[in-house]
């Protein structure tokens, strides 16, 4: 990939990470559509950084923590964005709006379609993440946890990094990462007994299952598709 042109080393990686990159930010977000533009332009900036970034790293270039520092960064911009449009009129907004449409685009939405991880272009018939209830479980006792916990938790589980690569991505020492994965996990354990609860609820009778009657929790697939444990 190191050799590869821009555009074609980034449609690599949409075919390698595209899935990675877009449940980790599902994870983070709990928005579906808003989950779908994040990932988009996680690539879109990637194709725009990948030259310098290559440059920059030389042989230690490493495609999928870098990615994910860009995916991160992302949903931090925004929820700032998101905390700034609350405050503004929604008269300017929708100047601004009309204006924007006058103008013309401004030519990233010309590309976006060209490297938009390929099955997340169109608004899926269902939400994949309610289709099952102990995955719909594990969606509520994560979106519990801290986002302070949540977002090493889930590099390390869905993303697979080190605990030396987790710190490099968030910038932290490599002890404050390992104290932050004990908390999360114990943090998930105990949301995800709580949710699992609900999730056993007797349908005909409309009493709940006792959490110890349930089967062992679930595990994690390296596409965050949590499966029943054997």
């Known amino acids: 990939m190191e050799t590869l042109p821009a555009n074609q080393a980034v449609e690599f990686l949409i075919r390698e990470y595209g899935k990675l990159v877009f449940h980790t930010v599902y994870a983070l977000t709990n928005d579906w559509d808003l989950s779908q533009d994040l990932t988009q332009e996680t690539f879109l900036s990637a194709l725009r950084a990948i030259d310098a970034a290559r440059e920059a790293s030389g042989p230690h270039f490493h495609a999928r923590a870098w990615l994910m520092r860009i995916a991160l960064n992302l949903v931090r911009m925004q929820r700032r964005r998101s905390a700034l449009i609350r405050l503004v009129p929604f008269s300017q907004v929708q100047r601004e709006d009309a ?46 946890v801290p986002e302070t916990l949540r977002t090493p938790l889930l590099l390390s589980i869905v993303g697979g990094f080190s605990i030396s690569e987790i710190a490099k991505i968030l910038q932290l020492r490599e002890e404050a990462v390992r104290q932050r994965l004990s908390r999360a996990r114990k943090a998930f354990g105990q949301y995800y007994a709580q949710e699992s609860g609900e999730v056993g609820r007797c349908e005909q009778t409309g009493h709940r299952k006792p959490i110890k009657e349930r089967r062992p929790a679930v595990t994690w697939t390296a596409d965050f598709m949590p499966t029943p444990s054997a």
Do not use: T
Not at 115 to 126: D, H, I, L
Not at 137 to 144: I, Q, Y
């Open 99 to 144: 204006e924007g449409a006058s103008a013309g685009s401004d030519g990233v939405q010309e590309h976006a379609s060209a490297v938009q991880p390929a099955g997340y272009g169109a608004r899926m018939p269902f939400d994949p993440a309610e289709v099952i209830p102990e995955r719909e479980a594990v969606r509520r006792a994560l979106a519990n």
